[in-house]
């Protein structure tokens, strides 16, 4: 199943879940898109708003309106699994509400790490392609181990190349990733997960993945060629709808409300 977090407040970009693109709220372009994908039995909004859960029950999405307390969307996801009709699912998908042109590609990436591979945890990252965006704070990165583990996540520019930032050369073919927001989990792991007090690492880097790696859970990544298009400025949303425009991206076909 799939649980897309929707919380109202946004710093950047006020009631960002429910701002208009070509006169449709941005989670349910959200939620009409994953809802479409094979790969999901089920697809529900998880929110702290009841402006939110309005908007989706006027097109027939699903939602649960969850504790505004929680602190993270992943502790928002545990409660909507805790409840019928979904607490029968082991594997959970976390789908960001702000990335209306999520591709089932990358997805299905993380899910398979999960299903086939083992993992109890599994996220996805994609290549850091400029010095700038390995610098941006705002650019959360990725630091893997060969066999797919994820060691660490961190604004700062990791791996730290000891002659400074590398080269555009050496960002092609170098081990730099940027961490992308999706997450897959076990049942058994989410709800480890948030039973677990907030971590220092997790507390100073304020990155919500460091308190299952800080307490021995293990994540894997999938890198995938790049990364989905979000919103969270003004900005943004004018070339959101360019592209939902351009990719005929207008919701006309019935996706599952279950």
Known sequence: MAVIPARLGSSRLPDKPLHLLLG?????????????MDLFDSVVVATDSP???????????????TDPDHP??????????????????DLVVNVQGDEPMVEEAHLEAAVELVRGGGWPLAT?????????ELANPDRVKAVRGRDGRALYFTRAPAPWRRDGLPTDRELATGPWLRHLGIYVYRR?????????A??????????????????GLAMGIAV??????????????????????????TPTSHPRTS
């Open 24 to 36: 449709r709220p941005l989670v349910e372009w959200t939620w009409r898109r994953v809802s479409e």
């Open 51 to 65: 402006r939110i859960v309005e908007a989706c029950r006027s097109v027939g999405a699903p939602v649960v309106l």
């Open 72 to 89: 993270t969307g992943t502790d928002r996801i545990a409660e909507v699994v805790g409840q019928q009709p979904w607490s029968g699912f």
């Open 124 to 132: 996805t990252a994609t290549p850091i392609r400029s010095r700038e």
């Open 188 to 196: 058994e792991a989410l709800l480890r997960w948030v039973d677990l």
């Open 198 to 215: 907030p971590s220092p690492l997790e507390e100073i880097e304020r990155l919500e993945q460091l308190r299952p790696l800080e307490s």
């Open 224 to 249: 995938v060629d790049r990364a989905a298009p979000g919103v969270d400025t003004p900005e943004d949303v004018v070339r959101m709808e360019g592209l939902l425009a351009g990719n005929l991206q």
